[in-house]
């Protein structure tokens, strides 16, 4: 349990720490970071609501979810704009790349116009009447839980060829799965998983793909200003789509000589 309560204060005072720096010290790292210990913290109350019941999983996660989104929205921009300079030749695509900055800078707003004081003390009040939930902490359901969310995702690592959706499925759950062997082993060397961080790797730039690939669609189904742009905004698209197909082989290839005990 002592375990249990220093790492979700740890992610709490880390969160909290994130949204207490000033405007002009943020920077693409600060919203990763932001994001990954939101997602820490949503896998560790889905184990906390196996052990208890009558915890509240989704109100608990609600500032959280908040932060989460909005912050993810500047992220998805960042992440864009960085993939994307690989493809620009010299000053190319000049229109397009205006038009993601005033988007990033419309979203970087958004997410400091909610963030202050009172959604701190918010997190950190919910901190303290979340604890006394970890009492409960049942090692034995969290083993079986842990078990069955192994054996979902060595089920989605046996089929002979992974489509779109089972790996937006399979790179849920690894990440939640990853997070949680990390909380319960906290203050404990993890144990090694064959190709885990090779494959963990190559679903994160398949997933940047998709995402871009998406947002690449949306702007050519409107775009009709500049069509020099549109026409390399298509070529790029297309450049993209080819990537994510190759990148998805290579996680087929080496999904077949992963376990996840």
């Known amino acids: 349990m002592k375990a249990i309560k220093k790492y979700l204060k740890?992610?709490?005072?880390?969160?909290?720490?994130?949204?207490?720096?000033?405007?002009q010290a943020y920077n693409p790292a600060t919203f990763h970071k932001l994001r990954i210990e939101t997602k820490k913290v949503n896998a560790l109350f889905e184990i906390i609501k196996i052990c208890t019941k009558d915890f509240k999983r989704k109100k608990a996660f609600k500032p959280y979810k908040l932060i989460s989104h909005h912050?993810?929205?500047?992220?998805?921009?960042?992440?864009?704009?960085?993939?994307?300079?690989?493809?620009?030749?010299?000053?190319?695509?000049?229109?397009?790349?205006?038009?993601?900055?005033?988007?990033?800078?419309?979203?970087?707003?958004?997410?400091?116009?909610?963030i202050n004081k009172k959604l701190v003390h918010q997190l950190?009040?919910?901190?303290?009447?979340?604890v006394p939930f970890l009492t409960r902490f049942d090692k034995k359901k969290v083993a079986t839980y842990m078990k069955k969310k192994s054996d979902k995702i060595n089920e989605l690592l046996h089929q002979k060829t992974l489509q779109t959706?089972?790996?937006?499925?399979?790179?849920?759950?690894?990440?939640?799965?990853?997070?949680?062997?990390?909380?319960?082993?906290?203050?404990?060397?993890?144990s090694p998983l064959p190709k885990k961080d090779v494959l963990c790797d190559l679903i994160g730039k398949w997933h940047d793909c998709q995402v871009i690939d998406t947002h690449l669609k949306k702007v050519l189904?409107?775009?009709?200003?500049?069509?020099?742009?549109?026409?390399?905004?298509k070529?790029?698209?297309?450049?993209?789509?080819?990537?994510?197909?190759?990148?998805?082989?290579?996680?087929?290839?080496?999904?077949?000589s992963s376990e996840f005990m």
């Open 10 to 23: 740890k992610r709490v005072e880390a969160i909290c720490f994130l949204l207490k720096k000033p405007k």
């Open 71 to 114: 912050a993810g929205k500047v992220r998805e921009i960042q992440v864009e704009e960085k993939m994307l300079k690989k493809y620009f030749i010299n000053n190319s695509l000049l229109q397009y790349r205006d038009y993601l900055m005033e988007i990033r800078i419309n979203e970087t707003e958004t997410y400091f116009s909610m």
């Open 221 to 233: 189904d409107t775009a009709v200003e500049n069509l020099k742009e549109v026409n390399q905004l």
């Open 165 to 190: 959706p089972q790996l937006h499925l399979l790179r849920k759950k690894l990440k939640k799965l990853n997070y949680n062997r990390k909380s319960m082993n906290f203050g404990k060397p993890s």
């Open 124 to 130: 950190q009040k919910k901190y303290h009447k979340i």
């Open 235 to 256: 070529k790029i698209k297309a450049k993209i789509s080819s990537d994510a197909l190759i990148i998805l082989a290579k996680i087929n290839l080496v999904k077949r």
